[in-house]
């Protein structure tokens, strides 16, 4: 019966002509152009003329992971504050707000050191009432929403920006006849930001971490997952930050992370949309060239060491069980990242995987599963997610988790399999190119944070030479029970 | 020649290259670009299912949908969960030809992706493949939504995770409250409110799925769209094989529930969380229909009320006081029935009262001040010139295009909003929203833990306790 699909296939594919008459990758990849400033910062261009439109994403390699102790959050406040404006734009005077803006600071800090150490509460209020007073007159300078709302007044789809572990990235699209004006407003932004509106700012942070962390169970689980996932590494940390870190953390620390990690030899930009690519050089060296060097950002030394043993964590929390398993795999662009990609499809995606079958068709363990693959610039990860079956402990479901994965070496993965994965992978492929943002995202991602943005092309080929021993010999080697990381949410008491 | 000139013809070919650096805030822009979107054909299969076709040959892959007028709202209350649970095990379960095992390891064996989703009016099915593999999967998938074997294995599995889903159902704060909200708004039997319970779930047979399956798909009841890298004459030829022949059958369809079964009254309700340390606050009432006489003037409301990243509700509420990391609102719209005016925002608990007062202030200033001619001019100006990008993609047309044409509404709706938007001023908006806000209708749902609130919540109105348990 296993056979009829391919006869069935083999029957319909000789009767009937082929449909597809579209490109190949290789012209895809030949349409990608490549600029670099003296400064160090890379363009990557890819004209798309479908709609008047472009998208532009800036990959900036300063996340989480730069971050040290006590100043966690840092890399997310930043991005934040990114859209506060620059010393032209956001402000009436820049020059008489600069020196309120100090003023302000040095208000905050004498508020919060006698807050801190216990002073009378007649001493912190009057304190708080001048930092107040001071925040007032400092606001008076500023012309709230302007850098967004050049943008929006110019029809700017999708503003927004992100902070991961590896790196922060700011995006948009535009009317494509607009492009000058984003060189206008990124290269003032990467260059002469101003953190003004910090103190408000620093409530809607707290405000968003409670969203996603202090009020969210399965938030809270991710977060322990993540903190006993990494012993030494930054990457415990949460990219929001701890409560206390967001608390304590000044404009003089936002400004020193920018000077020292927003460098433009760590940055790539991709522009992926109607324009055409030699005005956009000319516009790139004019505006972006004014960025000025700086020196390169301090190296991170620290290495996660081998797992010795199990790492878990057990949380009780309402009625929905919930199983996080993670295993430490290879740091971005590492030769086997493609092998644990085709590992993942075989393993637990699309429905006749073995996972996805064995768990929640034929036992009925799992309501979902599926891997998240973090793909990491120091040191990435496989994790599973499951959500076990009414009725089903999330410790139930891990045993059977790893009886799955254990029964790989007494029926290892067939030739069936792996040209099955490869199919799926080039499918994910050719939906990074389904629209213009998308596109920006991974050609800037690759370039900046994996190997090179050819790396995203290479794949095409590379994943033709992975073998089925490949793929059982990345499941021996990271796969490994003995060195997971689990976190369970189970059942709270009654 | 003078020497001068001379001398800038010389430096000319220097500075030829070379951008000027403009300021942002002065740079001019015309309104409107010149843009057509992607072209849809349209088509008929003989038994008059109809076809939309945008062809895109820059990548080798295809997506094909199958929009089919079998949603919620065709199925009893005490059946909720029918029309989803169907939807899926079509998706997994195979055909009477083509058994459960052998259309996944197809799909799977070829990357496809075949999925499915029951919404409140139309259910949806999505084969995303490489276009190679369309001949040799397309009529796989037909023959599932034609002629399903629903087995009952696929059944069981499909309700007990709707029964997991259940139980969990009050675990993230996150979810309950619009759950709340939206029955409230709704009524508790509208599909577009009602929940899957264990008794609706007990009463799924695969019986009663194969009843409604023979009454709701049907020709008439079905559009089929395709996007991406195909030859268009191979398309419709297969189409017409594999659809072609499929006949009306006699079994009427159920009739389509209202969206609004009940009538809420309208106040303040409380879903005590404690240990809560965010509150979740949504407003609203019922909006509007998307064939209102308005809808262009609620457009440019929406970008003033809560839709832009200026708009007043982040304005006042995140970026002026942080309170909110989450501060927005809009009004939905149905094709039959209204949608809903809503707005939320997320506070922690001890600005609870602070941040609900301060949307209902800015709905009461709208209803009665109305918006500002710079927020008209900023409003009408991001609205006109990013219009290019809700049709930035071919996938974005073609479901457009589906979803007026399953509605009877003109295929160009959307195309013909901007000369719609473009002379509207500050009057049509104001007079739009002093008509259209509501104070007395509001529906006003506070989840969080109310003993750590800045105030009683009397102060909004008489309150009603709502129970998650129960509700």
Redesign the interface.
Known sequence: ??N???I??AI??G??????????YTD?EERVVEHELPNGMRFLIFE?H????VSMVIMVKAGAVNEVTNKTGLAHFLEHLAFKGTQ??GTTNYKAERKVLKELDAAFQVYHTAKQKGADSATVAALYAEFKQKQEQASGYVV???F????????????NASTSCDYTNYYL?L?S??F??WC??ES?RLANSVFR?F??????????R??WI?????GLLYEELQSIAYKAHPYGHPVLGHLSDIANLSRQDVRAFYETYYVPQHMSVAIVGDVDADEVI??I???FG?IPSKPDPPELITTEPGQPGIRRVLMK????PRLYMLFHTVPGGHPDELTLDLLSIVLIS????RLY?SL??ED?IA??LYFVRGNHSYGGYMRLVG????GVSAAQLEEAVLEELAALEENPITQ?EL??A??????WF??R????SSLAFYLSWYDRCKGGWCELFDGVEEVEKVTCQDLMDAAERYLDPDKRTVALMEVEDE | MSRKIALLLFLLPLTWGIAKIKDPRTMEFPARLDFTPHQVDRFSLSNGIQVFFVEDHELPVTGITFLIDAGKNRVPADHAGLADILVDVIAKGGSNQVPKDILQDSLDRFGASFTGSAGTEEATFNLHLLSEHVPALLPLVVGAIRDPALPQNQLEVNKRQYLTSYQGRNDDPRSVAPRVFYKLIYGDESPEAREVTPVCLENITTEKLKKFHQATYRPCHIMIGVEGDFDPKAMLNLLERCMGGWQEPEAEPPDEAPLYTDHTSPGVYLVHWPGSVQSSIRIGHKGLLRDDPDYAASRLFCEVYGGGWYARLRKEIRVERGLAYVASGSISTNFEEPGVFRGVCLTKSETTLEAAKLMLEIISDLKTEGITQRELELARSSWLASFPAYYAEPDQVLSDRMEYAAHDYPIDFWDRLPDKIEPLTREDVNSFAAEFIKPRDLIIVILGDSTAFDGSLSELGEVQIIDPEVY
């Open positions: 019966m296993k009829l699909p391919r069935l296939f319909l594919l009767l009937i002509p082929l449909m597809g008459i579209a490109d190949t895809l798309r479908d709609a008047p439109l032209t734009i709230q929403g302007e967004s709302e050049i943008y929006e007044r110019n029809g700017g789809s999708g503003l699209t009317p006849n607009r000058e004006l206008a407003m003032d509106e103190y408000s700012e620093r409530d809607v942070i707290l405000e968003e409670r969203m202090d009020n969210n169970p399965y000319i516009l060296d004019a505006y004014r929390k309402g009625k929905s699309g429905h006749s995987s079958r929640v068709e009925k309501s979902n959500f076990p079956m009414e069936e040209d099955a490869r199919v799926r992978w080039k499918v050719y939906y190119f389904s629209s213009n």
